[in-house]
């Protein structure tokens, strides 16, 4: 059966052609889309049974398809790896992806782009695979570009917008800035360690290079650039809420679910290298402890739902950024796996909710829905509890408790950081409860126009079952997960409390959360706004709204200069010679087409006179 | 053989062409451009016919008859199309076909 994975990519680039190069009606569409990807899931789960039921001898199980190229000593391949970190990730995204796509078909009927739409879903897919299962980082490179290029293509979709092509540049450029950092670490990783694939590079380099060498610090470095960058981290984090510019089903797996964690995959991938550049693992911990901050703040401050959920994303990326950081590698996966269930979830009910509001994004107008689209509320309450963190029930509190323990428990744990993980608990349970009982609760504000159909609620019932049930597995979910990514805990435990005690300061902390949301935002919304009109709070909300400056500072930073520098560039002196020997051309093409006067006689004049000349010049020289 | 001396003929010759080139650029009616042309023609035929009588060759008369024939087949074919425009055009003035210019 193992065999078969090659299939599990393989079938979504297919379709993905398919859907590319034939114009088909939109049920055809549909059903391709769809049973791709649901026949890509059902290959994955076909295999992860075989791999549980007969685990290869080594712990994992290499596919070699064929030689990609053989260059100097350079000679990657076409291998698919498989372990249990890389089958978490593919069956979590390939059923996730299925569920999103038959939200989709309903959700993006009458698009005029719906072949296009589904292509590049599919291709995204397929691109995504690509990157989990890769053997080497080239490959994972090539999936890594690809998923790249889906989240420009699907950013700016409706592209008859200038501004949603905008925000698809935005992403595509600043994630480019992490992806050279990621090339030009790949390239040291070769020139040092002579190979790309990746168990190879990990056995090497634990060979070659001492604990915190320079060496393993910049490699990992340059790695975390590339990280930072896809999944929208400090100091890149700035294109992801632009990235909403999409249809919402594009946000829920792509800028959600999958491709914002494939930073969190490389960085537990290449673990190895991590532990042996404590300072650079220090860094993760750090980047994710600020990222999961600054964007709770920000996400406080919003307006529109889907930014709301989009700074709730680089927020909850940051706690697996924490996680990787201190050392609690399957904390991360975890979170990861329940992360993608809670948040597509969220997205999509965001999405019921935008649909039938004739596309109303800004929850201050909304409110009251939860008579009106009552399978939204409830599948969106869930998810929410389970974002916030509502202890001993749902899929979040269990992932999200056991990363916060490890922050204090971990290698590189501290209190400092524990500290701060919690105070993300309580920012959480804040802008997701401010959220709900905005769009939800109160009284309605506007006309529901639309109703979802069964196509966009059965994937929201499914995720909702699995945003609670997916916490419950996390004691198998470790012992899987234990062969690849140990958990590290410190070496010599200094803890003054258990993580039982952790896990109570969290639920507390989460009931301070909700209940501040419910004071603010229910009871005494006329305190909140006296709050937010007062100098300081205004500031504020201003600044933490325009997400800490960051896209002010790149602007003046980086745009504009370079604006600046292409349009002092565009009268340039050197181009100025080639457009002369043009302008000169012209100016001999305008005279002699002036002799072309279509009077026979001057012709006839023309050539006479040429020929008086001729013999004058024959005789008189 | 000691008749006309060659450069009377070639006076002749000149001032045949001469004209010949001046009612070509003058004229503005085409069958008198033609008539002109024949007289240039005719020209260049009398310098050839004088060269060859100065030399006592026949060569001189052979090129004057090619001429001749050249010069048919050339009246010919131009007042073919001269007719032809006249039908379309109502006009023979040579300056109205200008329509091809720059």
């Known amino acids: ?621 | 053989m000691n008749g006309v001396p060659m450069a009377y003929g070639l006076i002749l010759a000149g001032i045949l062409f001469a004209l010949g080139l001046a009612g070509l650029l003058l004229r503005r009616n085409l069958l008198l451009i033609l008539v002109s042309i024949e007289i240039m023609l005719n020209g260049a035929g009398v310098a050839f016919v004088a060269a060859g009588s100065r030399w006592g060759q026949p060569d001189g008369q052979v090129m004057f008859l090619f001429i001749l024939a050249a010069a048919a087949a050339e009246v010919s074919v131009g007042l073919a199309l001269l007719l032809t425009y006249f039908h379309r055009r109502q006009t023979l003035d040579a300056d109205s076909m200008n329509e091809m210019r720059g």
């Not at chain 1, 590049?120 to 989990?132: E, P, Q």
């Not at chain 1, 005690?501 to 009871?523: D, H, I, N, P």
């Not at chain 1, 960051?550 to 349009?567: C, G, N, T």
Request: a positive charge; hydrophobic letters at 55%; proline letters at 4%.
């Open chain 1, 1 to 621: 059966m193992l065999q078969l994975l090659w299939l599990v990519p393989g079938i979504p680039i297919a379709s993905a052609l398919t859907l590319a190069l034939f114009r088909l009606s939109q049920r055809t569409v549909a059903w391709i889309g769809t049973c791709s990807i649901a026949a890509s899931s059902l290959v994955s789960l076909l295999v992860t049974i075989s791999f549980l039921n007969t685990p290869p001898a080594s712990g994992a199980y290499t596919q070699v398809l064929w030689r990609w190229f053989d260059v100097s000593g350079l000679r990657p391949e076409m291998a698919l790896y498989l372990d249990p970190l890389s089958i978490i990730m593919m069956v979590v995204v390939t059923f996730v992806s299925f569920l999103i796509h038959l939200y989709a078909t309903e959700f993006m009927s009458g698009d005029d782009g719906y072949g296009r739409f589904f292509a590049y879903m599919n291709l995204f897919v397929g691109c995504m695979l690509t990157l989990i299962l890769a053997d080497n980082l080239l490959l994972l490179y090539l999936g890594w570009e690809g998923v790249g290029l889906c989240s420009y293509l699907l950013i700016g979709f409706w592209y008859r917008d200038p501004a949603n092509g905008r925000a698809g540049r935005k992403a595509f450029i600043v994630t480019r800035a992490g992806d050279t950092a990621m090339v030009i670490g790949l390239f040291l990783l070769f020139h040092e360690l002579g190979t790309l694939n990746i168990q190879d590079l990990m056995h090497r380099a634990v060979q070659h290079w001492p604990v915190g060498s320079s060496a393993a610090l910049t490699a990992a470095l340059l790695l975390l650039g590339g990280a930072v960058g896809k999944s929208a981290q400090l100091p890149l984090q700035t294109w992801l809420p632009d990235a909403m510019a999409g249809p919402t089903p594009v946000s829920a797996l792509i800028h959600a679910a999958t491709m914002v964690t494939a930073g969190v995959y490389l960085i537990a991938r290449t673990h190895v290298l991590y532990s042996l550049a404590p300072r650079a693992q220090f860094a993760v911990a750090v980047i994710g402890a600020a990222t999961l901050l600054m964007a709770g703040f920000s996400a406080l401050t919003q307006h529109d739902l889907k930014r709301v959920l989009a700074y709730s994303t680089i927020s909850q990326i940051g706690y697996m950024f924490l996680a990787l950081g201190v050392g609690a590698w399957p904390a991360a996966i975890f979170h990861f796996m329940t992360h993608a269930f809670f948040k597509a979830l969220l997205f999509l009910g965001a999405g019921i909710v935008i649909e039938s509001l004739n596309g109303e994004h800004d929850i201050f107008r909304m409110g009251g829905l939860r008579k009106e689209l009552p399978v939204a509320f409830w599948t969106f309450l869930i998810a929410g509890c389970s974002l916030a963190g509502l202890p001993l029930i749902t899929a979040g509190a269990f992932s999200k408790g056991w990363i916060i323990w490890g922050a204090y428990s971990a290698t590189n744990g501290s209190a400092g950081l524990w500290a701060v993980a919690l105070s993300g608990v309580f920012l959480t349970a804040l802008y997701t409860f401010r959220m709900i009982f905005l769009v939800f609760f109160g009284q309605q504000n506007s006309q529901v126009t639309r109703k979802p159909g069964q196509a966009m609620i059965i994937p929201c019932l499914i995720l909702a079952f699995l945003s609670i049930a997916g916490g419950y597995i996390k004691t198998p979910f470790a012992r899987f997960l234990d062969a690849v990514l140990p958990w590290n805990s410190a070496a010599t435990p200094s803890v003054s409390f258990g993580e039982n005690a952790s896990e109570g300061f969290t639920a507390v902390v989460f009931l301070l959360g909700v209940g501040l949301a419910y004071m603010l935002f229910l009871r005494q919304r006329k305190f909140a706004a006296t709050l937010t009109s007062s100098a300081i709070g205004s500031a504020l909300h201003r600044f933490w709204f325009a997400d800490w400056g960051m896209d002010w500072l790149y602007d003046r930073l980086f745009v504009l200069p370079v604006i600046w520098l292409a349009k002092a560039g565009k009268g340039d002196r050197i181009d100025g010679i080639y457009t002369g020997v043009g302008q000169v051309n012209e100016l001999v093409w305008r005279g002699m087409s002036r002799t072309q006067s279509g009077r026979l006689r001057w012709y006839a004049a023309a050539i006479a006179a040429g020929t008086v000349v001729l013999i004058g010049v024959v005789l008189f020289s």
